[in-house]
């Protein structure tokens, strides 16, 4: 079983950053992708970013492409999602997910995820 605890979310102004964490558990041997998601309020959850945990491969939602890096650390069993130049459109509860045969777009196929955290972003 694989437990994910996202962190690093708050209240920020448009064209700010932030870094969001999301710390998995010591079984990361099974885990082959990790995916950033978020559902705005009102909305259903859209894919952020994916990584491969092996060997860092990463894929994005194109529209955000150049604003959000994701990255990991595999000693640490960590994975980051770096957002910049944030706009209040990007409001919404981050989802850290990860899985043991997937890393794609399609949060249906992530079977572990974590608990969210909140991203507002002001104008």
């Known amino acids: 079983q694989v437990q994910l605890v996202e962190s690093g979310g708050g209240l920020v102004q448009a064209g700010g950053s932030l870094r969001l964490s999301c710390a998995a558990s010591?079984?990361?041997?099974?885990?082959?992708?990790l995916g950033w998601f978020r559902q705005p309020p009102g909305k259903e959850r859209e894919f952020v970013a994916s990584i491969i945990w092996r060997d860092g491969r990463t894929t994005y939602e194109n529209s955000l492409k150049g604003r959000f890096t994701i990255s990991r650390d595999n000693v640490k069993n960590v994975v980051w999602l770096q957002m910049n130049s944030l706009k209040p459109e990007d409001t919404a509860v981050y989802y850290c997910?990860?899985?043991?045969?997937?890393?794609?777009?399609?949060?249906?196929?992530?079977?572990?995820w974590g608990q969210g955290t909140q991203v507002t972003v002001s104008s």
């Open positions: 010591e079984r990361t041997f099974g885990i082959y992708g």
């Open positions: 997910a990860a899985d043991a045969s997937y890393s794609g777009t399609n949060h249906l196929l992530y079977d572990y």
